[in-house]
């Protein structure tokens, strides 16, 4: 039976201790790759700065990028969700009022409002993700197709959220940051719509993930895998929770799911 196998990158294919694609996830990935199962990537992250999973990118037949506000395969693209233009003003005065970063994503590029020492510290030392077009200004970002928008707001604080999220679709991966996308726009309904694209049936996807942003695709999936690194809210949505990335989590989950020997 292929089987469709969605993997987060932050965390899940990518260790955040060494920013590389451990030695046995590789191993495990080609091995899947090999055995004829359809391998996907299922990210918050922009599709031009994905090609940090290196040599295992052209193992993948297809991504969910944005939290599932892009999908595309290497010929045709899946879906294109943007933001409408009034969250998008919002969101953005909100950032300057209150002087807090806000990166707002377009097809080919990631805009900052305010750069901030926290933003550095997450973007740069964390997820070492080094393209941001720092220094924009509200008429780069209003008005424009925006996909996704991440306010640098910590968990404890959602005014600005209640006041928008009956509009939007909100997922938190990070305590420094929210990511904002269209209603109904997450990874969950990212990973259906690819799964049809490929005549897969969900009962037979299997999605694996760490964050907050990676439960409604661990929910969604006929299985869902937690790595032993993920948030509590990431381990509730699961199925099964495997080893830490950084302890071959990956290539022991496929193997106990039978995917691989």
């Not at 807090?100 to 305010?114: P, R």
């Not at 942003?213 to 699961?238: E, H, I, Q």
Request: aromatic share 6%.
């Amino acid at each position: 039976m292929t089987r469709a196998l969605f993997f987060d990158i932050d965390g899940t294919l990518l260790s955040f201790q060494t920013h590389t694609v451990p030695d046995s996830t590789r191993r495990a990935l080609v091995e899947a790759k090999r055995l004829g199962h359809k391998l996907f990537i299922a990210t918050g992250r922009p599709p031009h700065i994905i090609g940090s999973v290196g040599s295992v990118l052209d193992l993948f037949d297809g991504f969910v990028t944005i939290n599932g506000a892009y999908c595309f395969t290497p010929t045709e693209v899946i879906s294109h969700d943007i933001l409408p233009h009034s969250i998008v003003q919002t969101v953005v005065d909100d950032a300057l009022l209150h002087g807090y970063s806000c990166i707002a994503v377009t097809d080919e590029n990631m805009y900052v409002i305010n750069d901030t020492n926290i933003l550095r510290l997450t973007f740069e030392q964390q997820l070492n993700i080094r393209v941001l077009q720092y220094g924009a200004k509200k008429e780069d970002i209003v008005g424009k197709k925006v996909l996704q928008l991440t306010p640098f707001i910590p968990a404890t604080d959602d005014s600005l959220l209640s006041t928008i999220e009956a509009e939007c679709s909100v997922g938190r991966w990070h305590p420094a940051f929210v990511d904002i996308t269209a209603r109904g726009t997450d990874k969950g309904n990212g990973i259906a719509l690819m799964a049809k694209h490929f005549g897969i049936p969900i009962a037979h996807t299997i999605a694996f993930g760490d964050g907050g942003n990676d439960a409604p695709m661990l929910l969604r999936a006929g299985l869902g895998v937690a790595m032993g690194n993920s948030s509590d809210t990431t381990k509730a949505a699961a199925d099964y929770i495997t080893t830490d990335i950084d302890d071959n989590g990956i290539e022991k989950a496929l193997k106990h799911l039978k995917i691989i020997n």
